[in-house]
């Protein structure tokens, strides 16, 4: 027999496990509207039994690990067609806003003002003597000038402050790089110390800085080694041995 100590140990690795599993459940619930977080699974398995001369005597359940689930295709799908919404949202919104500065409006804009001062010309080629005419041309040529000068003002203005908007996106990408470096280097202090140690929500709070750099400038990210045993499907968890973002093709992290 195994001794009262171990019959006594069989069923509290039992109740240990699957409090496990209980809470690991209402951790997945309570981040439900989590955008960035994977839901985990517990990964368990039988103790390693006694072994007795003609029989092995079962010592309970084993957790090995709390793993989380995470489809790393899906997600580089999802922060393409983000990055490509904010490009085309934000490209639109610029363009909108020049094209306010060319209304197409009967009587307002620079189109008008062309309009007028080429008739003005006409007038003043019929009535050459005419002075009136000639105040008039002047009238129309001041009035289309200023209009062109304030146009290029408000279209340098938009150029100075996109400018500064990408200033501080830079900015921003430089920040989010450096806590994806830290949080490598924590990923990896952490898991070397077990091989069936995840850290799950360092991973989890990695992706969501990744696809923050990604809306913001747009990044590539290379995992060598991606491998996962979730019991979904074991290709599907990004537990790599390398990571590496680049901008532009060149590496920042």
């Known amino acids: 027999m195994g001794g009262l100590l171990s019959s006594l140990n069989t069923p509290y690795t039992g109740l240990t496990g699957h409090q496990v599993m209980v809470d690991t459940t209402s951790n997945n619930i309570a981040n439900a509207n989590n955008e960035f977080y994977s839901r985990q699974i517990v990964r368990s398995a039988a103790e390693t039994p006694l072994w ?69 010309w006409k007038d003043l080629a019929t009535k050459a003597g005419d002075p009136a005419q000639k105040i008039a041309l002047a009238e129309q040529a001041n009035t289309l000038s200023k209009n062109i000068q304030e146009t290029r003002n408000s279209l340098v203005y938009l150029q100075q402050r996109l400018n500064e908007e990408v200033k501080v996106a830079v900015e921003e990408v430089n920040r989010l790089a450096e806590q994806i470096a830290m ?54 968890a990004d537990f790599d041995e390398d990571y590496t973002l680049t901008i532009g093709g060149r590496s920042i992290v």
């Open 52 to 120: 007795k001369q003609n029989y092995a005597l079962g010592q309970g359940l084993d957790i090995m690990t709390v793993e989380r689930v995470h489809d790393e295709y899906t997600f580089m799908r999802y922060k393409k067609a983000t990055s490509e919404k904010t490009y085309y949202d934000t490209s639109f919104a610029g363009l909108r806003e020049a094209s306010s500065y060319y209304p197409e409006i009967d009587g307002v804009g620079i189109y008008n003002d062309l309009q007028n001062y080429f008739n003005a």
């Open 183 to 236: 949080i490598n280097k924590q990923i990896n202090e952490y898991e070397n110390q077990d091989l069936y140690r995840k850290a799950n929500d360092l991973r989890d709070l990695r992706d969501q800085y990744e696809f923050e750099i990604n809306n913001l400038i747009g990044c590539e990210v290379f995992k060598q080694e991606v491998k996962g045993s979730a019991c979904v499907n074991k290709n599907i």
